[in-house]
């Protein structure tokens, strides 16, 4: 696949009497039609010593942080001209990295060192938990689940130069010894996880299917776990100082035990704080869960931006299904205080862990009819070039924000390929409108004048140029 890198000098557009510029640098793009691959590969991941029985029960003495050892896991990669994404379906049926290809960076954490923690704290579903990263369903118990360290059955859905489809897929199962908050016996759930790539598409899709076998509703939870570390080197990623959570939401809550998480505000209810503070990982104090405050109220997306270098990575999905937003971290110091992870392993290290729930918080159980089913579809896209989101869905994410005689846009194309049109206007003024061209490597930023006088809120339309609507939305002007 041949790529090459045409530079564009920024354009100006005059209507009336205001000026827009529509700023837009390099862009990738193939000089052939993009095309989909599935591949197989290897992965190598360290850990600390230690030792599970038959039931992947910790064993007690195993652990030994001053030797590390090396476990290697056949993967599956997915590829476009944009991503280049590796699951890893032999140990939780997960994704364990997503590279962008336009800039290089990887999206999730990934642990360099597994190191064992939680050993008889009564936390965990095996009483023990170890992370190693990436996107992963979690059922049907919190906390992690009881299948994060079970492979899972890998297969190939669908593979075309336009699209590759996989599948993995997992029963649920019994353990005896687990902890007494978790559930006892099994639902008998059967869980599978749908990856989709396709051509010109720089986003990933995923699809969760729930199904309940029996002929008895079966109480349970699911959640999907990302661990978040978004414009990273891909040899060491991480979360950094300029993490930011991004999402649509005004409180949040806490439970007892993270209460140090509060900032004390109850003015929106009772329990609940204003989530300004806490979108920034620098100002998580320590460890702790906050949750969103009543529940994401149907707010479809949520992420992380790394204002390092403005690269995220955002999740779109119909959140009224997955209503529950967990945000948790080791809190700033596991950044600040970082060690060398092989000198002195630690579980503590720097990634923002967001989960997407069915219920709003671990321990409140959903319930799944007989014979009944659950699908759970998701879009995990980076973003470049973007301070914030205000709006997103399947095909675009934007920034939208006017104040005082300023419009500013930001956005990203999940299809960089398609020709757009973009549109401001406020009330009958039309502030731009103009072809833009999708730039995959900056994204791209529009900024307009709003003439004196007139009134009304500012409202966007992003279209193809055949007139096919991918995004309107408004703001007001402050």
């Not at 991480?238 to 959570?245: L, M, V």
């Not at 095909?395 to 300023?406: E, Q, R």
Request: with cysteine.
């Amino acid at each position: 696949m041949a790529i090459h890198v045409t530079s564009h000098r920024p354009i100006g557009f005059v209507v009336a009497v205001l000026l827009a510029v529509c700023a837009f640098h390099a862009d990738v793009h193939a000089d052939s039609p993009d095309s989909v691959s599935l591949s197989e590969s290897t992965i190598t991941w360290s850990t600390v010593q230690y030792a599970v029985d038959a039931e992947n029960g910790f064993v007690d003495g195993s652990l030994d942080k001053n030797t590390i050892v090396d476990r290697t896991f056949k993967t599956r990669v997915l590829e476009n001209r944009y991503l280049k994404a590796t699951l890893v379906p032999e140990f939780g049926g997960r994704i364990i990295s997503i590279i962008y290809k336009p800039t290089g960076h990887e999206q999730l954490y990934r642990t360099e060192v597994g190191v064992p923690y939680g050993m008889k704290a009564g936390i965990f579903y095996y009483d023990w938990l170890m992370v190693y990263g990436g996107i992963f369903p979690t059922f049907p118990d919190p906390e992690h689940g009881r299948t994060w360290l079970k492979p899972w059955n890998f297969r190939v859905v669908k593979e075309s130069a336009s699209e590759v489809t996989v599948s993995m897929s997992l029963r649920d199962f019994a353990y005896s010894a687990a902890p007494a908050q978790f559930l006892k016996g099994t639902t008998g759930i059967e869980a599978t996880y749908y990856v989709t790539l396709k051509a010109d598409r720089a986003a990933l899709d995923t699809r969760v299917v729930l199904k309940n076998p029996q002929a008895s509703t079966v109480d349970y939870e699911y959640w999907t776990c990302t661990t978040l570390a978004p414009g990273s080197d891909p040899s060491n990623p991480k979360t950094t100082g300029g993490a930011e959570i991004i999402a649509p939401i005004k409180a949040y809550s806490t439970p007892a035990w993270s209460k140090n998480l509060s900032d004390g505000d109850e003015s929106l209810g009772p329990g609940m704080s204003r989530f300004q503070k806490l979108r920034y990982f620098r100002n998580w104090p320590t460890m702790g869960i906050a949750y969103a405050a009543p529940d994401m109220q149907g707010g479809n997306f949520w992420g992380v931006i790394n204002h390092d270098n403005e690269e995220g990575i955002i999740r779109i999905a119909d959140n009224t299904v997955t209503r529950g937003l967990k945000m948790w971290t080791w809190g700033y110091p596991s950044f600040t205080n970082e060690t060398d992870a092989r000198k002195e392993p630690s579980e503590a290290r720097p990634y923002v862990e967001l989960w997407a729930g069915v219920s709003d918080q671990f321990f409140h159980r959903a319930m799944l009819p007989a014979r009944g089913e659950v699908s759970i579809p998701e879009t995990y896209s980076p973003t470049v070039g973007m301070s914030n989101v205000t709006h997103a869905n399947e095909k675009i994410l934007i920034n939208l924000s006017a104040a005082g005689s300023d419009v500013n846009l930001q956005f990203f194309s999940i299809e960089p390929a398609t020709p757009l049109h973009v549109t401001l206007t406020r009330g009958d003024t039309i502030l731009f409108d103009a072809a833009v061209k999708a730039d995959p490597k900056n994204g791209n930023r529009i900024s307009a004048t709003i003439p004196a006088g007139g009134s009304g809120e500012v409202r966007l339309t992003i279209a193809t140029t055949d007139g096919r609507e991918l995004m309107a939305a408004e703001t007001k002007i402050k």
